[in-house]
């Protein structure tokens, strides 16, 4: 079996990576990782698309699958028609932080900053279209602020230059922030999740610092090709269950911040309506346009 992975290094190949050698065991034959970095995941996304449905090529998706579908022209997959859902993997929440020179403590404080600085305020994200990205749109919009937006090629440049006081905040996930929360570099202002992080018990959720039904996770999944059979794919789900269930995963997933989740594909593909649905019109609200 070859796990087609949409990134190198970052949070969805550290999952990838996690569960292949779990879901080697549960086979009983040999899984590979097979990085096609690029494009939003669109490169991995047409691969898999496009291969036979024989259970033999599984995408790893994570957000940008479905937001590419609102902000990305020419496509060559149909994420409805084109892949099936096999199983929804983990989900990790996302931490509001603020670089520490921001003179506010609470989310309270920094919507109220914001609206002084009469739209001189920046965030930054890990890239136009990215979870990090819309979810601070999100964000904009519920709390109707204006704050520039300067996207980066990645986590690690957009982190670089929040550590380094170049913007002023952003969305990012747990176990990227965590450690700088801890040592002071960053102040965390809320969870975007519907809980708090054991990591940082200190920290609300967006519902509490007053912004109800606010939730934005990162997610990873699991899609085969449209024209894999049911039975193939029910099979295959419960052999990721299985992996993802697995103790040497379940700490692994734990200790970088993530929720098991290992859910049926009738499950997975209501998530990724809800998931379309929501993000469309977020990125409808904030005036993006596919390119």
């Given at each position: 079996?070859?796990?087609?992975?949409?990134?190198?290094?970052?949070?969805?190949?550290?999952?990838?990576?996690?569960?292949?050698?779990?879901?080697?065991?549960?086979?009983?034959?040999?899984?590979?990782?097979?990085?096609?970095?690029?494009?939003?995941?669109?490169?991995?996304?047409?691969?898999?698309?496009?291969?036979?449905?024989?259970?033999?090529?599984?995408?790893?998706?994570?957000?940008?699958?479905?937001?590419?579908?609102?902000?990305?022209?020419?496509?060559?997959?149909?994420?409805?028609?084109?892949?099936?859902?096999?199983?929804?993997?983990?989900?990790?929440?996302?931490?509001?932080?603020?670089?520490?020179?921001?003179?506010?403590?609470?989310?309270?404080?920094?919507?109220?900053?914001?609206?002084?600085?009469?739209?001189?305020?920046?965030?930054?994200?890990?890239?136009?279209?990215?979870?990090?990205?819309?979810?601070?749109?999100?964000?904009?919009?519920?709390?109707?602020?204006?704050?520039?937006?300067?996207?980066?090629?990645?986590?690690?440049?957009?982190?670089?230059?929040?550590?380094?006081?170049?913007?002023?905040?952003?969305?990012?996930?747990?176990?990227?922030?965590?450690?700088?929360?801890?040592?002071?570099?960053?102040?965390?202002?809320?969870?975007?999740?519907?809980?708090?992080?054991?990591?940082?018990?200190?920290?609300?959720?967006?519902?509490?610092?007053?912004?109800?039904?606010?939730?934005?996770?990162?997610?990873?999944?699991?899609?085969?090709?449209?024209?894999?059979?049911?039975?193939?794919?029910?099979?295959?789900?419960?052999?990721?269950?299985?992996?993802?269930?697995?103790?040497?995963?379940?700490?692994?997933?734990?200790?970088?911040?993530?929720?098991?989740?290992?859910?049926?594909?009738?499950?997975?593909?209501?998530?990724l309506k809800r998931e379309a649905e929501t993000w469309g019109r977020v990125a409808k609200q904030?005036?993006?346009?596919?390119?």
């Amino acid at each position: 079996m070859r796990i087609v992975v949409p990134a190198s290094g970052g949070t969805v190949d550290l999952v990838a990576r996690a569960v292949i050698p779990a879901l080697q065991q549960a086979l009983g034959q040999p899984v590979i990782a097979d990085a096609k970095p690029g494009a939003s995941g669109n490169i991995a996304a047409t691969l898999v698309a496009k291969s036979p449905g024989d259970g033999h090529t599984i995408l790893t998706g994570f957000n940008p699958l479905v937001i590419s579908t609102f902000l990305s022209k020419n496509l060559q997959y149909d994420l409805q028609k084109d892949l099936k859902p096999i199983t929804l993997g983990v989900t990790s929440e996302q931490v509001l932080v603020v670089n520490s020179e921001v003179p506010v403590s609470t989310l309270a404080e920094f919507v109220a900053l914001a609206k002084k600085s009469d739209g001189n305020m920046n965030f930054g994200s890990i890239g136009t279209g990215s979870a990090s990205h819309l979810t601070m749109e999100l964000f904009k919009s519920r709390a109707g602020v204006e704050i520039k937006h300067i996207p980066y090629k990645g986590a690690a440049p957009a982190m670089t230059d929040l550590l380094g006081k170049v913007t002023h905040a952003g969305v990012f996930a747990a176990a990227n922030v965590i450690p700088y929360v801890k040592d002071g570099r960053l102040k965390a202002l809320a969870v975007t999740g519907s809980k708090r992080l054991k990591a940082l018990p200190n920290v609300p959720s967006m519902a509490e610092a007053g912004f109800p039904n606010f939730s934005a996770t990162i997610w990873i999944g699991f899609l085969a090709p449209a024209s894999t059979p049911d039975p193939v794919v029910r099979d295959m789900q419960q052999q990721f269950a299985r992996a993802l269930m697995s103790p040497g995963v379940q700490k692994n997933m734990e200790a970088n911040e993530f929720d098991v989740v290992a859910n049926s594909p009738e499950e997975f593909a209501k998530f990724l309506k809800r998931e379309a649905e929501t993000w469309g019109r977020v990125a409808k609200q904030a005036g993006l346009v596919a390119e």
